[in-house]
């Protein structure tokens, strides 16, 4: 399994970016997919999380209204809509898959559920 994440880059606060997450390499059906999210000198957070089948999604507080996860399934890809960014969601964000469905729907935010991960890309906004 390969993710590829793309579209990250330096925007201003209150801007927008949609963040793509390319899967390859399996059957994404029964999976979990999610984004984390780590700040410099900060610890890798949960951001958001969708089950491929049913398109359940779930999000962190800190994004809750302003970013939403959706899925293609045609393109085998998983996006990220951020709005109304602010300067603390500047970090380095990853995707994440996790073929433990049933783990990752009930606690979509344990990052060690999930056993493949994306190169992560920069987002930066600026105040």
């Known amino acids: 399994v390969q993710l590829q994440a793309s579209g990250g880059g330096l925007v201003q606060a209150g801007g927008s970016l949609r963040l793509s997450c390319a899967a390859s390499?399996?059957?994404?059906?029964?999976?979990?997919m999610g984004w984390f999210r780590q700040a410099p000198g900060k610890e890798r957070e949960f951001v958001a999380a969708?089950?491929?089948?049913?398109?359940?999604?779930r999000y962190a507080d800190s994004v809750k209204g302003r970013f939403t996860i959706s899925e293609d399934n045609a393109k085998n890809t998983v996006y990220l809509q951020m709005n109304s960014l602010k300067p603390e969601d500047t970090a380095v964000y990853y995707c994440?898959?996790?073929?433990?469905?049933?783990?990752?729907?009930?606690?979509?935010?344990?990052?060690?559920?999930?056993?493949?991960w994306g190169q992560g890309t920069l987002v930066t906004v600026s105040s």
């Open positions: 969708i089950t491929w089948s049913g398109g359940s999604t």
């Open positions: 390499g399996g059957t994404f059906s029964s999976y979990v």
């Open positions: 994440a898959a996790s073929s433990d469905s049933l783990s990752a729907t009930l606690i979509p935010g344990l990052d060690k559920l999930y056993g493949y």
